[in-house]
């Protein structure tokens, strides 16, 4: 991938460490409503969307038959946060707790697999020539799936600044 990505992934990632690094179990577990998740339950999906992701991704470099599709204003999409955009079954968090440390390590794996992948791509415009189906975007081609990564992350960074806000209040 080129630099401006890789500074976005380490960028979001390092905004939502900041967003969870001191909370308490309690406050990362800690649901503002029985239809809101908690804070934890929002890093888990960001695993679960890395992953899959990750597993997307692959797929696509080893799709022969892939013949390359318009391109989406993925930033459009997934940063305006007035569209709810409901998770895909597979990617839907556990609703047993977290603590923070599990969550930073999960995190941490997710991307390293993500990082693994990129790296072991020798020609990169591979990337924007071929494309898999997004259960929420449709048909995107791969590099579009890696912005994807750091555009979802940090909507959900925005989501839990409000949850925390939420649960300050609420305290």
């Known amino acids: 991938m080129n630099e401006f990505v890789n500074d976005k992934l380490d960028e979001t990632r390092t905004n939502l460490v900041k967003e969870i690094t001191l ?76 603590e923070v440390k599990q969550i930073m390590d999960l995190l941490n794996d997710s991307r390293t697999k993500l990082m693994t992948l990129l790296s072991s791509i020798e020609d990169k415009s591979i990337l924007t020539e071929r494309s898999v189906r997004h259960p929420a975007l449709g048909e995107l081609p791969l590099d579009q799936w890696v912005e994807q990564i750091y555009l979802h992350e940090q909507r959900h960074t925005e989501q839990i600044q409000e949850i925390k806000l939420l649960l300050v209040a609420g305290h």
């Open 23 to 98: 909370l308490s179990n309690a406050q990362f577990n800690c649901k503002p409503a029985m239809d809101v998740w908690s804070i934890a339950q929002v890093c888990h999906h960001l695993v679960l969307v890395e992953e899959s992701s990750v597993k997307a991704i692959a797929w696509g470099l080893r799709e022969i038959d892939n013949t390359q599709k318009e391109r989406k204003n993925v930033q459009l999409i997934l940063l305006d946060r007035t569209k709810k955009i409901k998770a895909p079954k597979i990617v839907e968090p556990d609703v047993e707790p977290f």
